[in-house]
């Protein structure tokens, strides 16, 4: 399984074979469920899903696993990540559209879709907020899948166009400062307390605001928004560590995000917040 979710795809982001979903998502095959479960628990398995977003055109180009060290892997959640087969061998954007799954078998949630996209010159997968997201629970069919997904592809054009809105504002230096700040509030607090645990600073917020290609040297508020993003999900930020060996701190480089189901949260509120700053 991968390491962490950045590292999930191919490095040239076509398809991904049923060999590699199975490296990278075992639990994406599984045909069974927890054995805490009774038989009234019917699953709607990921590799039954997989065969249904083909049949729409969709093609994985992503796959992901929570590690779990209590219950069996084959029942973990996963994520699967879909693209347009055009769009795959075809497209020439800098921006896809995709759908994102998450699924589990061991009973902790339903299933779910989630509107997204795949920013290529910095290989970031985004995924859309408040409006983006669908459910259906495990004891549906899947004719019921297929009318989610079906409602999930009508929202893609107006995800994409709400984007272009993004594209569409200049922030000045107060608003990116203010999205940078909330963006690392979706995964740590600000050290403004003296008790143990993980915190960001004022350095934090400043390491995510920053550039690391030319392409990013820009101030419209989609760009400050992956900028964010890639600082909060892939660690590029200093982040203050308080315990009791040292109680007034450490500075250390923060960990890339390695949680399935805490990318997906992540994602999504950033998504929204940056759609709350720059629309305010």
């Known amino acids: 399984m991968a390491k962490h979710v950045i590292f999930s795809r191919n490095v040239n982001n076509s398809a991904l074979s049923t060999e590699r979903i199975q490296q990278l998502a075992p639990a994406a095959f599984s045909t069974t469920k927890a054995d805490r479960l009774t038989d009234r628990y019917v699953s709607l398995n990921t590799s039954d899903i997989i065969t249904v977003m083909q049949d729409y055109g969709y093609a994985p180009v992503q796959a992901a696993q929570k590690r779990s060290r209590k219950n069996n892997p084959a029942h973990s959640g996963h994520m699967v990540a879909f693209a347009k087969t055009w769009d795959i061998d075809f497209g020439t954007a800098d921006i896809r559209p995709e759908i994102i799954l998450y699924n589990s ?65 200049t922030l000045d230096p107060h608003r990116s400062i203010l999205m940078a700040k909330r963006g690392v509030e979706t995964r740590w607090d600000m050290l403004e307390q003296q008790t143990n645990g993980v915190y960001a600073t004022f350095q934090t917020v400043a390491d995510v605001l920053k550039f690391h290609r030319h392409q990013d040297n820009y101030m419209d508020a989609f760009t400050v928004f992956n900028r964010i993003q890639e600082g909060v999900i892939r660690g590029n930020a200093f982040v203050k560590s308080l315990s009791d060996k040292h109680p007034n701190g450490v500075t250390r480089k923060a960990r890339p995000v390695s949680s399935v189901r805490e990318n997906i949260r992540i994602n999504s509120e950033l998504w929204d917040i940056a759609e709350d700053i720059a629309f305010a």
Do not use: W
């Open 105 to 169: 078998h061991d009973g902790t949630g339903s299933v779910r879709l989630y509107a997204g996209c795949f920013r290529f010159i910095c290989d970031n997968g985004l995924i859309a907020g408040d409006g983006f997201q669908s459910r259906i629970y495990h004891s549906k069919a899947l004719s019921g899948f297929e009318e989610m997904l079906r409602n999930t592809v009508a929202t893609l054009p107006t995800m994409m166009e709400r984007l272009e809105r993004l594209r569409g504002v």
